[in-house]
């Protein structure tokens, strides 16, 4: 009886047709809620406007923005912004399924959401990123708000952008709402320890699954792609448990070193040089060898797709940590499950930052602030029985982790919409 949406036409390793491949694996382990599925492959509202704004020249330009909310059956919508000239509808509607999977996983009390705007903000200036920011944020403001969807950041949007749309929607309805975004400045109801918490949650889950397969982290050596806000923290928690990071790989180059690269002088060098190229504490490999480099433990936290077939049959690890999202293409990832690779797949593995989101949400709506250590502790123990109850599952159906943490969050879902009911 149902007919296949209209406003997009999704192929095998496109975002959206990735999702539903997904969500197909799924089924057989939902016993009498897969009477519900279909809710799952369809977002509940998706949402397109136009952001025109005026130029520093005077000029005006239009761009393509979204909102699109996948489920709001569990609770309001919660995922975020991304700035990007690729972005379309179909990967919106991907990456906001994939929160809902996220949220349900972790078991916040959230549905799925994500948004975005065709744009490619390096060629604005910092007036026209706040105009920008401020018109989608107005336009998006029919359907956003601290009980209905609250954004955050997500790829080329930060602390500062989050800072201008929850002032533009606070301006809109009279009042100071700081809980309709996350990802904020501390000083204006943001959470201690957000920054690093993704890299933190990478952290957990892999010396959680480094336990279970026993894997030493003492000596352990880690391969990290990515060398930003996500693969940083992770590196830096990993080294101080005793690993040693072995490979990095940027935008700007590859760096191995088999003794364990310093992280005290890399962390300032990136920061001043803008990547890890030039770094004397490690020899400069070609980019396609940092996939064969011999290590324990490989952390792609950088983008999305980039384990595909060729490298992950190079891929030397024990362990794959998905601190990116998507990073590994659905043909990979059966390579890796035949060399029996274990992957901790992205929607647990990165689920630190939308665990702390989810306290910074609680913290603005009561006005009282954690400690880090209070929020650090939190997101461990969150972290830790989410991943039990996923690996539970995977033991007893006998499935991979990935197909696990769907079918824990899937459940949560259709469950919750079997108990709702449909309107009317
Ligand atoms: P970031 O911009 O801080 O860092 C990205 C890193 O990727 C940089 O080191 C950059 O040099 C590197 N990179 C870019 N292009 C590359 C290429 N072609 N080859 C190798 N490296 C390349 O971003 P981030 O916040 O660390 O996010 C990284 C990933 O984690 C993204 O997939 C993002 O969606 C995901 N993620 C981030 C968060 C978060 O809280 N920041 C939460 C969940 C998921």
Known sequence: MNEALSYVQPTAESAWGIYLGQIERVLPYLGHLARWAETLRRPKRALIVDVPIELDDGSVAHFEGYRVQHSL?????????????????????????????????????????????????????????????????????????PNQDIPAPDVNTNAQVMAWMMDT????????????????????????????????????????????????????????QGFGNVGSAAAELFHQAGARIVAVQDHTGSLVNAKGLDLADLIPHVRQRGGVAGFAGGEAMADEDFWGVDCDILIPAALEGQIRPERAQRIRARLVLEGANGPTVPSADDILAERGILVVPDVICNAGGVTVSYFEWVQDFSSFFWTEDEINLRLDKIIVNALKHIWDTADRHKISLRTATFAVACERILLAREERGLYP
């Open 73 to 145: 059956t569990r609770g309001p919508g919660k995922g975020g912004v991304r700035y990007h000239p690729d972005v379309t509808l179909e990967e919106v509607m991907a990456l906001s399924a994939w929160m809902s999977i996220k949220n349900a996983a972790v078991n916040l009390p959230y549905g799925g959401a994500k948004g975005g705007i065709r744009v490619d903000p390096k060629k604005l200036s910092i007036k026209e990123l706040e105009r920008l920011t401020r018109r989608y944020t107005s336009e998006i403001g029919i359907i956003i708000g």
């Open 169 to 224: 929607y606070s301006m809109n309805v009279g009042a100071t709402a700081t809980g309709v975004v996350t990802g904020k400045p501390i000083h204006l109801g943001g959470s201690l320890g957000r920054v690093k918490a993704t890299g933190r949650g990478v952290f957990v889950t892999g010396r959680e699954a480094a336990r279970r397969i026993g894997l030493p982290l003492e000596g352990a050596r880690v391969a990290v």
